[in-house]
């Protein structure tokens, strides 16, 4: 953040909640050299909106305060109207036309007024005084951050801080899961290894369904000499399945359980479907109806659904997550959404993986961006698989976090400096990582 921003520079709206205190130097105390600063920062939905969050080197110090709902829910509504994810009875096509044709995110100075809205009701005026504390001492601090059903698809990276910066520009963040899941005692974190095998599963063909239908082609052609394609090369003989990379027809559950056996990441790019429950979020293969599982077959396809990749059912057993895992599909991280957060991050987090990056929301292709959004056109080229490309070198990194933050900064610079709709946040800002260690042993 620019010497001398303030969160507080952002308006409140209505009247500033009390609080106990706002000191925001007090977040220095007790904090050990060399340690970066930690939170656990929650948003709990009761009546109003609870939010709490502890330093982990302060644990016995937690904070909270309360913020209304009626100054919550008008700017939740606002961020839902401007995401490409369909309200109540709206189809895909038609939150896609939304967004793209005239949407907030497509426009530099509706979106940050909507950053400072989102601001104003969810950044305590006391956690925004810490940060800046940290700011000014040259600490970047990491924040684990939990959301609750009505916050699950706040882009907090997105939040402004002062000016045209916003939160991803003082701190890396990342995507909290509850304690029953990151610290059940049956499971176990597979290793990684920058040397294991990566599982690629990339733009799957779907049966019965063609490649411009429901759950067509996400990639279209993918050129031999393409930013894409070259990056999956470089993997060399560490990709798995070896052979074709894109668009085959014989990765269903089964044939990915094989490659996954010895894996360190797995780096999916198709469809996943949401449901009225978290565990029935579903992961398209290529699966025929007659693959074992008990998800219901959609035509000549059975889905695999987070169900199935947790517990296993119907003659399949559950899946070996590798270390690493990367969802590139529509609405892939939806768990917090529910009340029992238990969609596709938290099966496969619970099967074994550390890091699991998905989306918040729906991702626009680029035939969609191209179609849709006044005055891109063929300059949409490229502006999913850039992100593939990214989230790709994020995970074969040291910390993921760090890396996919990186990226998400530059973009943040580029779009705010120039406002280009290939920098737009609808992208960039629908990535999030989710990590649950190892759980220590005491």
Do not use: K
């Amino acid at each position: 953040m620019v010497s001398g921003g303030n969160w507080r520079d952002v308006p409140q709206l209505g009247a500033p909640m009390p609080v106990a205190q706002t000191d925001g130097d007090a977040v220095l105390r007790d904090l050990p050299d060399g340690v970066r600063p930690t939170a656990r920062l929650r948003y709990i939905d009761a009546d109003d909106l609870i939010v709490s969050w502890v330093w982990e080197h302060q644990r016995s110090s937690p904070r909270m305060t309360i913020v209304p709902r009626a100054q919550v829910t008008p700017v939740l509504d606002e961020l839902a109207r401007a995401l490409p994810s369909p309200l109540p009875g709206e189809t895909g096509l038609q939150a896609l036309q939304r967004a793209l044709t005239d949407g907030v995110l497509f426009d530099l100075e509706r979106e940050q007024h909507l950053a400072a809205l989102l601001t104003s009701v969810l950044v305590p005026q006391w956690l925004g005084s810490e940060l800046n504390t940290l700011e000014q001492a040259g600490l970047r601090p990491h924040l684990r951050v939990q959301l609750s059903p009505s916050t699950a698809q706040v882009p907090w990276e997105l939040l402004s801080t002062s000016g045209v910066e916003r939160a991803i520009d003082m701190a890396d963040v990342s995507v909290l899961l509850p304690a029953t899941l990151r610290n059940d005692p049956s499971r176990a974190v597979s290793p990684w290894s920058a040397s294991s095998p990566a599982v690629a599963v990339l733009d799957p063909v779907v049966p019965g369904f063609s490649a411009t239908g429901e759950l067509g082609s996400v990639l279209g052609p993918v050129g031999a000499d393409s930013p894409l394609a070259t990056a999956i090369a470089d993997l060399g003989p560490r990709r798995m399945p070896a052979g074709e990379a894109f668009r085959r027809s014989d990765i269903g559950r089964l044939a990915l359980a094989e490659a996954l056996t010895d894996a360190g990441r797995l780096l999916y790019v198709g469809h996943v479907t949401a449901s009225t429950h978290a565990l029935d979020a579903r992961l398209h293969l290529s699966d025929g109806a007659d693959a074992p599982g008990t998800t219901p077959p959609v035509g000549a396809h059975r889905p695999y659904s987070a169900a199935e990749i947790a517990l296993g059912g119907g003659g399949l057993s559950p899946l070996r997550a590798p270390n690493r895992v990367a969802l590139i599909a529509c609405d892939s991280g939806t768990d917090l959404r529910f009340a029992e957060p238990t969609g596709l991050v938290a099966a496969f987090l619970h099967r074994g993986a550390e890091f699991v990056t998905a989306t918040r929301w729906t991702l626009p292709t680029e035939a969609g961006l191209r179609r849709l959004v006044p005055g891109l056109d063929d300059r949409a080229e490229e502006m999913l698989t850039a992100a593939i490309v990214t989230v790709n070198a994020a995970h074969e990194s040291d910390d993921p976090i760090s890396a996919l933050g990186t990226w998400q900064r530059e973009q943040r610079e580029l779009w705010t400096s120039t406002g280009d709709p290939r920098h737009s946040p609808i992208m960039w800002a629908a990535f999030a990582t989710a990590w649950a260690p190892a759980r220590v042993q005491l």
